[in-house]
Protein backbone atom coordinates (compact mmCIF):
# COMPACT_ATOMS: atom_id res chain seq x y z
CA UNK A 1 0.00 0.00 0.00
CA UNK A 2 1.22 3.21 -1.15
CA UNK A 3 0.38 6.90 0.94
CA UNK A 4 -1.14 8.28 -2.09
CA UNK A 5 -3.44 6.08 -2.59
CA UNK A 6 -4.68 5.67 0.47
CA UNK A 7 -5.09 9.36 0.83
CA UNK A 8 -6.72 9.32 -2.58
CA UNK A 9 -8.81 6.59 -1.17
CA UNK A 10 -9.99 8.21 1.66
CA UNK A 11 -10.69 11.49 0.38
CA UNK A 12 -12.95 9.57 -2.16
CA UNK A 13 -14.26 7.51 0.73
CA UNK A 14 -15.26 11.05 2.41
CA UNK A 15 -16.93 12.00 -0.88
CA UNK A 16 -18.78 9.04 -1.49
CA UNK A 17 -20.36 9.47 1.70
CA UNK A 18 -22.03 12.54 0.77
CA UNK A 19 -23.33 11.03 -2.70
CA UNK A 20 -24.45 7.89 -0.93
CA UNK A 21 -26.41 9.93 1.98
CA UNK A 22 -28.09 12.01 -0.89
CA UNK A 23 -28.80 8.97 -2.94
CA UNK A 24 -30.07 7.14 0.55
CA UNK A 25 -32.56 10.43 1.25
CA UNK A 26 -33.89 11.02 -2.37
CA UNK A 27 -34.43 7.23 -2.53
CA UNK A 28 -36.24 6.81 0.79
CA UNK A 29 -38.52 9.87 -0.45
CA UNK A 30 -39.22 8.77 -3.75
CA UNK A 31 -40.21 4.95 -1.60
CA UNK A 32 -42.58 6.47 1.17
CA UNK A 33 -44.25 8.44 -2.16
CA UNK A 34 -44.88 5.60 -3.92
CA UNK A 35 -45.21 2.34 -1.78
CA UNK A 36 -47.22 1.40 1.33
CA UNK A 37 -44.63 1.12 4.55
CA UNK A 38 -44.55 -0.30 7.09
CA UNK A 39 -42.86 0.85 10.90
CA UNK A 40 -40.47 -1.90 10.52
CA UNK A 41 -39.62 -0.84 6.81
CA UNK A 42 -39.70 3.08 7.71
CA UNK A 43 -37.18 2.45 10.44
CA UNK A 44 -34.61 0.36 7.83
CA UNK A 45 -35.03 2.91 5.72
CA UNK A 46 -34.10 5.41 8.66
CA UNK A 47 -31.35 3.71 9.37
CA UNK A 48 -30.20 3.12 6.31
CA UNK A 49 -29.81 7.06 5.89
CA UNK A 50 -27.00 6.95 8.65
CA UNK A 51 -25.56 3.68 8.13
CA UNK A 52 -24.37 3.95 4.66
CA UNK A 53 -22.44 6.76 5.20
CA UNK A 54 -20.67 5.75 8.49
CA UNK A 55 -20.00 2.72 6.57
CA UNK A 56 -17.56 4.43 3.93
CA UNK A 57 -16.04 6.95 7.03
CA UNK A 58 -16.13 3.30 8.93
CA UNK A 59 -13.66 2.14 5.74
CA UNK A 60 -11.45 4.98 4.82
CA UNK A 61 -10.59 4.71 8.94
CA UNK A 62 -9.92 0.54 8.61
CA UNK A 63 -7.59 0.74 5.61
CA UNK A 64 -5.66 4.15 7.35
CA UNK A 65 -5.42 1.72 10.53
CA UNK A 66 -4.12 -1.35 8.21
CA UNK A 67 -1.71 0.88 5.95
CA UNK A 68 -0.33 1.73 9.56
CA UNK A 69 0.10 -1.89 10.13
CA UNK A 70 1.41 -2.70 6.85
CA UNK A 71 -0.84 -4.28 5.71
CA UNK A 72 -1.21 -5.44 1.80
CA UNK A 73 -3.02 -4.51 -1.13
CA UNK A 74 -5.85 -6.75 0.03
CA UNK A 75 -6.66 -3.77 2.35
CA UNK A 76 -8.03 -1.48 -0.62
CA UNK A 77 -10.98 -4.40 -0.60
CA UNK A 78 -12.14 -2.20 2.79
CA UNK A 79 -13.20 0.48 0.39
CA UNK A 80 -16.01 -1.82 -0.90
CA UNK A 81 -17.62 -2.23 2.30
CA UNK A 82 -20.27 0.53 1.33
CA UNK A 83 -21.09 -0.69 -1.69
CA UNK A 84 -22.42 -3.92 -0.40
CA UNK A 85 -24.14 -2.23 2.36
CA UNK A 86 -25.48 0.00 -0.57
CA UNK A 87 -26.77 -3.24 -2.04
CA UNK A 88 -28.42 -4.37 0.80
CA UNK A 89 -30.25 -1.42 1.27
CA UNK A 90 -31.52 -1.68 -2.84
CA UNK A 91 -32.19 -5.62 -2.29
CA UNK A 92 -34.43 -4.94 0.48
CA UNK A 93 -36.65 -2.06 -0.94
CA UNK A 94 -36.94 -4.33 -4.13
CA UNK A 95 -37.81 -7.55 -2.23
CA UNK A 96 -39.89 -6.13 0.90
CA UNK A 97 -41.56 -2.83 0.76
CA UNK A 98 -44.87 -3.08 -0.97
CA UNK A 99 -46.12 -0.97 -3.59
CA UNK A 100 -48.80 1.27 -2.67
CA UNK A 101 -52.06 -0.57 -4.52
CA UNK A 102 -53.80 3.42 -5.45
CA UNK A 103 -51.02 4.45 -7.48
Request: net charge neutral; aromatic share 16%.
Amino acid sequence: MTLGWVVAGTIGQFLLAYMMFMLVVFGFSAISNTHRLSPFDSSVLDSAMYSVPASCIVSAIVVIVLYRMGAGKLAYLWYTAQLVLFSGYLVYIKLFVEPDSNL
